[in-house]
């Protein structure tokens, strides 16, 4: 195998409190594969998504993205590498318009002139929101919003996509095209949901975390099609979908 | 959500007006200002001047006289202090339709009511000719400090979001019977704004990591460093001019 976009080695962390909140998390994403992280609230997905980009430093462990240790030196380089979209978009959605917001991660990383409005219109195509550059995003809908919030962190040209609850407050419609923006981007991509069909229809792997260790990790479709495994980590389906086993 | 959340200080408009850079407005609003205030109390026909040039940019402009005039309205709170001096100074006094009053008053009285208006009327210029953001953008290129610029920034962003979050929360106590108006209930409103504040703040927090995550270290890019066109300046600079002739004028002949 090639040099994984993602690992992660026996990784624990400690809140302040002592409160341990990842355990021996040791994960491996080989690039181009797409992953949904899974598990109930509380679980540690979001602490252990702030590890990825060296917003939390570990405990004890490491974490390596395309090889590249996450350590003080290369933060910058890590921030670029792995671009996290966050759950509301109006919490990563600041600049006055659409097409400022897209252009702030490059600009951060250096990216000017020509490039850089190469970069906010080809990331905003990608999102199907190239109409909207001018806009503010509080005139945005919902699903328009969440796109855009994607257009961001795909400005910086990420290694590794991680998205933070993608389909949360989005109505079927807008659930639906953003699926189709994300099947069709063909990156490295790790998704934390609670929204169980958008797993199965977006990843075809995924790794469930509870109490901050790693309890499963599998085909989608066979986690899924596993009710003792869901029930066990207050993971469930909708009301009235069962999956065969695949 | 749709169209129709204009800013309700901005007209937007095609005029050269609207046209010229930002930081040539703000940069002439500000030293139009500066006139206003530094001219003399009693040279009253030098006031008319500076009236005669704003009108002039309305109607380059296009900014109806009324739209200005009910804006400028904000002003009255702040004229009650003027209004109140010709009868509280002391000094030589006259009288006017049966009043006595203090001749200084009456001319310090005018000296705030004058000023603040001509301010007030500047700053509504510069407003409806020139958008939020791009004002902004203009004192981001008059070098106006990153922190200031940023914050202004981030508050014109999310004002909204959280005017937006206030009138949610007032919704909610309302639908579970809250009436704002009895004093009694007043502590439900004041934990209220407790709450948002921390909301806010919360999501403060969360704007940040947000911008960290995209390589955010503490300056903000400069995106947009096209040089003004000299005609700008020069044309932003005419009525600066004719300010600044109207106060030498006024010194000279005081």
Wanted: aromatic letters at 6%; a neutral charge.
């Amino acid at each position: 195998m090639s040099i994984p976009a993602l690992r992660v080695s026996e990784l624990r962390f400690d809140y302040p409190d002592g409160h341990r909140a990842l355990d021996s998390i040791d994960l491996a994403v080989a690039p181009g594969e797409r992953v949904a992280l899974l598990g109930p609230n509380g679980a540690g997905k979001t602490t252990l998504v702030l590890q990825l980009n060296g917003v939390l430093r570990p405990s004890s462990g490491s974490v390596e993205v395309s090889g590249l240790p996450v350590r003080a030196e290369h933060l910058r380089e890590i921030r670029r590498r792995v671009g996290i979209v966050f759950q509301d978009p109006d919490d990563q959605l600041f600049m006055p318009t659409v097409a400022e917001d897209v252009a702030f991660g490059p600009a951060n990383f250096g990216v000017r002139g020509p490039e850089l409005d190469a970069r906010v219109h080809d990331a905003l195509t990608a999102v199907d929101m190239a109409g909207h550059a001018g806009r503010s995003p509080l005139h945005l809908s919902g699903g328009q919003r969440k796109r855009v919030a994607l257009a961001t962190v795909l400005a910086c040209d990420p290694e590794v996509l991680v998205i933070d609850e993608p389909s949360s407050n989005l109505d079927p419609v807008a659930r639906r095209e953003l699926a189709e923006v994300l099947l069709r981007l063909d990156r490295t991509m790790l998704m934390v949901t609670h929204d169980l069909p958008y797993a199965l229809q977006l990843c075809p792997r995924s790794v469930v975390l509870d109490d901050g260790r790693v309890v499963a990790d599998g085909p989608t479709r066979e986690l899924l099609a596993d009710p003792e495994l869901l029930s066990r980590h207050r993971l469930e389906l909708p009301y009235g979908f069962t999956l065969a086993g695949g | 959500m749709g169209a129709g959340h204009a800013h309700p200080l901005h007209l937007p408009g095609t005029s050269p007006v609207h046209r010229l850079s930002p930081q040539v407005k703000v940069l002439a609003a500000f030293m139009v200002v500066f006139c206003v205030v530094a001219t003399p109390r009693a040279a009253f026909a030098t006031y008319g001047g500076y009236l005669v040039l704003l009108a002039a940019v309305w109607v380059i402009a296009a900014i109806p006289p009324g739209w200005i005039g009910r804006r400028a309205l904000i002003e009255l709170p702040f004229v009650v202090l003027a209004v109140l001096l010709p009868f509280a100074q002391g000094g030589e006094r006259v009288d006017v339709a049966g009043l006595s009053l203090s001749a200084d008053g009456l001319l310090d009285g005018w000296n705030i009511i004058i000023k603040g208006t001509l301010g007030v009327l500047t700053s509504l210029t510069l407003a409806a000719t020139t958008s939020p953001r791009d004002l902004l953008l203009g004192l981001q290129r008059l070098r106006i400090p990153a922190t200031i610029t940023t914050i202004a920034t981030l508050m014109l962003r999310y004002v909204e979001v959280i005017i937006g979050e206030a009138r949610r929360m007032r919704i909610a106590r309302v639908s579970r019977g809250h009436d704002p108006r009895l004093l009694w209930q007043a502590g439900a409103t004041a934990r209220s704004v407790g709450r948002l504040f921390l909301r806010s703040y919360e999501r403060g927090e969360r704007v940040h990591l947000a911008m960290v995550a995209r390589g955010f270290t503490g300056a903000m890019p400069a995106l947009d460093e096209r040089p003004v066109p000299r005609l700008e300046w020069t044309l932003g600079m005419l009525p600066v001019a004719v300010a600044l002739a109207l106060v030498v004028g006024a010194w000279a002949t005081a």
